[in-house]
């Protein structure tokens, strides 16, 4: 995997929860770090990850603590054996305010 990353990212533990574009939940699973562009996320529940493949589109939702965030991602890499996948935002529905703020409290301080 190549490093081509724009964005600076960001440590953050918190849940996060995938759904498929129909709302049925396909995963839960912890942000491990995210960025403007995206968010890493790890899990203990391998089974879940056979619902997921590369480059499908997905919702999301997770808290931060300036509030929630949720929207639609891309799934950009997978590695089922780690249970680990990177997102990469397409399109934030609710919470770019709370997503934005968080990340520049973060690098501010």
């Known amino acids: 995997m190549s490093e081509k990353r724009i964005h600076q990212r960001i440590i953050a533990w918190t849940r996060i929860f995938l759904f498929d574009m129909n709302g049925k939940t396909l995963y839960e699973g912890y942000v491990r770090n995210l960025s403007k562009g ?3 996320v790890a899990s203990i529940d391998q089974q879940k990850f056979k619902n997921i493949k590369s480059a499908q589109r997905i919702k999301f939702r997770f ?3 300036s509030g929630p965030v949720n929207g639609i991602a891309e ?3 997978i590695k ?3 249970n680990e996948l990177g997102m ?3 399109k934030i529905e ?3 305010t709370h997503l934005m703020d968080f990340i520049s409290s973060i690098i501010s301080s």
């Open 63 to 65: 808290e931060l603590p």
């Open 80 to 82: 089922p054996e780690s």
């Open 88 to 90: 990469k935002f397409v």
């Open 75 to 77: 799934v950009a890499w």
């Open 38 to 40: 995206g968010v890493f």
């Open 94 to 96: 609710d919470g770019l």
